[in-house]
């Protein structure tokens, strides 16, 4: 089932980034050194968020940097597509990173009124969930599976928003409650199509 996700801009996205990335190729950034930042930057501004319980326009921090991590993502891929940067740690680093950063983003909103510890930690767990399951691609013969809806980019988007509406001081009504919820029916169908995707590929891979 393709349902529309905004991963499908990602071609276009990667074309406006290309010139910076050929810039960081030729002075030696690489791959591993982009990907490991993005997770750290990510964590600060999530453990800074949680523990340090800032007034409310901190989280205008968040859709701002939720726009630079997609590019840093895109970034890192490229580099290691484009300029012979593949290699084994660079795998695991690509998915583990990406799951704790999510976590680490993510779980501010569980101190933020009318969302909950257990809205946004079923959410954090179907987000790993999902990302493992696209993972598992390879292991059956399949590419990498990155099927809709609410993957990584969807949530991006719905979390920065949502840290926009706060920053801003724009009093969330009570039924953003559903919000959480709704992102949480649609991982999973993300999941199923994951998975379906994955066979799909595999069986396809096996007749050849």
Known sequence: MQLISIYQLKPAFQSLLRPFVRQLAAIGVTANTVTLFAWLISVLLGTFLFFAKPAAH???????????????NAVDGMLAREFNQKSALGAYLNELTDVVADAALFLPFALISPFSVWSVGVVIWLAAVSEMTGALGPMIGAPRQ????????????????????IGLNIP?????????????????????????????????????
């Not at 901190?58 to 840093?72: D, E, S, T």
């Not at 990155?146 to 509406?165: E, T, V």
């Open 172 to 208: 969330l009504p009570q039924w953003v409650t559903w919000v959480l919820p709704a992102c949480a029916l649609l991982m999973v169908l993300n999941i199923v199509n994951r998975i379906r995707s994955g066979l799909r590929h595999s069986q396809s891979a096996s007749k050849q």
């Open 146 to 165: 990155y099927d809709g809806p609410m993957g990584k980019s969807d949530r991006a988007f719905i979390f920065g928003l949502l840290g926009l509406l």
């Open 58 to 72: 901190w989280f205008l921090l968040v859709p701002l940097w939720m726009l630079l991590r997609m590019a840093l």
